[in-house]
């Protein structure tokens, strides 16, 4: 009888879950199919739901355990902390019954046998309803690490099973109408990976926040990996874009260096804090350890190999796209990277996609505190702080809960939050995991939101505003818009969207676009690189205190240097990312020196103008000796955003280009840099806002091989007005006859010369009659902010059928 007991992992598969539970099943799904494909999993065995009864009914314990739970009022949190309790005491004080004890121990001496006889065990509860696609069971049931010898595994076992009938899995059985007597507990017993002298993490084969499809999104931390799934710290993340890494291209798509402040590591005493982490033990990480990222990119690569492979084995197994949620552990003996657990993402590829909502503030309120956001709406409420579990009776439904972090036991309250809101974590911790399931906004990580924030304190909770999540004092209006997707028409004229901030970009992919007509670079520099590109080239140049602040930024890359291509590369690839392979504009920089300077070192290289706006920028850079190196870092970035990470759909465009010999002498300067255009279907663009552009746009063609309207800049030096004045902002007006005049020669002129023509100034944006103009004149794209994109959509939709055109 005994083989009713054991099941080791290369006898299962995906459909053993009622006997052997979610986790152990989707282990021997991998072992068993992606071994061989180069996914590493451990080896190990599960003992079965059948087990489970059978230490239950050979020591008597139902009728004990319906004594305690049958009639229990579940909501009384004093009542299911007594109960349950009292449960758990009844199934550890069982004896686990002779032909079951020697099956497990015949297991262990074959996990001997294949790993050596100091290997040691990782034993983790597997619940027969656990993990299935309605419901995350993420963390209701107890781990143990580190078990070794016979009494460690049988004791380890035992608590396993008591650990089905803590407080929180009690709860949440009731929740989502399971019957406790009929979710058996099954136990996996594998090799342990030795990750505490490692690092670990969880992965997914999709956005969390958005649901974008086409990226692996992997976290990281040093040690065990409870701190990354628990969100007891802020870890290390990167993406993977699928679609390039497909096609042979290997490199991260984007990065963000955690704080990491703890280290999970084993330890010879107990852990009296928590129990299911017996003998571990936190320990603060060095500094060395917070600088750097805890693995390689080699090593991401092979993590979002192992991601796609087991992404496209349980899809196909399936019958549809099905995206995962992984575990992974890197041995720090072995050095290998191992998957340690798989389930269907719960949350996002649930979802419907056809309805767009987005929320959108419609004010601005004093900033309190910020941190990570998790999911894209907004909660507002009050402010309730919560330092112990016992308080979380006194939680009110519609309140904000402020926590320095939050675990399974808070579900209940959690349920009636407005939103969430913690000092520590992640985007894919115990709290927002759980705020995610439950579709209400968290901002995670936040540092010292228990100091900053007030009870009883009003709040709005915006995670409508890209990866930062912000916390603003009072009640702030909002506004929802929803939009069916699937019943958009198309356009003949190209719609396309503008967009610097890489932060948001995922959560527009889905807006019904033909690419993107103007990604700047501006956002990237100032937000993400923070130093001006000569200073980074010239450190020399620079005095003591701005060279540490260099070194600082770059700590975690191989040079100065490095670290500016990287992070430039990273940030417009992540945008080119949400539309591949739709194309996608990039313009070099175009800072004015005045905002230059403002850039860490840019002091040192910049001249002080009278009227920047119309003085050193753009074009006259590039090859200009004061700034030519810096130009260079831009093209290198440019060159491996297209040639390293696969992203042929990047146009390049150059801005305020005054006079066609300039122009000549940039794309020369381009070529020199390794960006040489026609190359690998490289296509270079420029702005059309000077009027210049416009008058010999013949000659420019020539050069260039489209044309983007500034109507911004065009409308300023067609009318002579200084955008940045206030005082004469009455006689800035795009619809001005002359600015309208102009921008059909330019149109115009495009046509004659077979370019294409688009526009990407804030006039259609704001104008529906210049938009509908364009449409008129027959212009290739419009490429408009995020937010007008479905307003305008509609418009051109109604225009075009009366001019009686079709679509594309």
Known sequence: MSHAYIKWFKELGIEDVDEVGGKNASLGEMYRNLTDEGVRVPDGFAVTATAYRHVLE??????????????????????????GAACREIIYNCEIPDDLKSAILEGYAGLKKEYGDDVSLAVRSSATAEDSPEASFAGQNDTYLNVEGEEALLDAYKRCLASNFTDRSLHYKHDNGFDWAKVYLSVVVMKMVRSDIGSSGVMFSIDTETGFKDVVFINGAWGLGENVVQGT???????????????????????RLGKKQLKMVFTKELNTDNIAVEYTKNIETTPEERSHFCISDDDVMVLADYAIKVENHYSQKAGYHKPMDMEWAKDGNDRHIYMVQARPETVESQKKGSVLKMYRLKEKGKLLVTGRAVGTKIGQGKVHIIEDIKQLSEFKPGEVLVADTTTPDWEPVMKIAAAVVTNRGGRTCHAAIVSRELGI????????????LKNGQEVTVSCAEGETGYVYEGKLAYEIVETDLSKLPKTKTELMMNLGNPDIAFSLASLPV??????????????????????????????????????????????????????LSEGVATIAATVYPKPCVVRMSDFKTNEYATLLGGKFFEPEEDNPMIGFRGAARYAHPAYEEGFALECEAMKRVRETMGFDNVILMIPFCRRVEEGKRVVETMAKYGLKQGENGLK????????????QIDAFSEIFDGFSIGSNDLTQLTLGVDRDSEIVSFDYDERDPGVMKMIELAVE??????????????????????AEFLVRLGIDSISLNPDSVLKTLQDIVKLEAKLGRSEK
């Open 58 to 83: 050979a020591n008597g314990a139902w009728e004990k355990l319906h004594e305690e739970l049958d009639g229990l009022d579940y909501d009384d949190v004093k009542a299911l902390q007594k109960h």
């Open 233 to 255: 710290i802020d870890p290390d993340s990167f993406y993977v874009h699928k679609p390039t890494f497909n096609e042979g291209y290997r490199a991260v798509l984007k990065r």
């Open 441 to 452: 906004p968290a901002v995670v990580g936040a540092d010292n939101a228990t100091e900053v």
């Open 514 to 567: 033909d690419g993107i007509g103007l990604a700047r670079m501006e956002f990237i520099i100032n937000e993400y690189i923070k130093a001006h590109p000569m200073a980074l080239k010239h450190p020399e140049k620079v005095d003591e205190a701005t060279r540490e602040q260099l070194e600082e930024l770059s700590v975690a890359y191989e040079d100065i240097e490095s670290f500016f291509v990287k992070t």
């Open 684 to 695: 270079i663009y420029v702005m059309c806002e000077i009027p210049n552009n416009v008058i």
């Open 749 to 770: 002129g495009c046509q004659r010369n077979k370019r294409h023509s688009g526009i990407c100034g804030q006039a259609p944006s704001d104008y529906p009659e210049v």
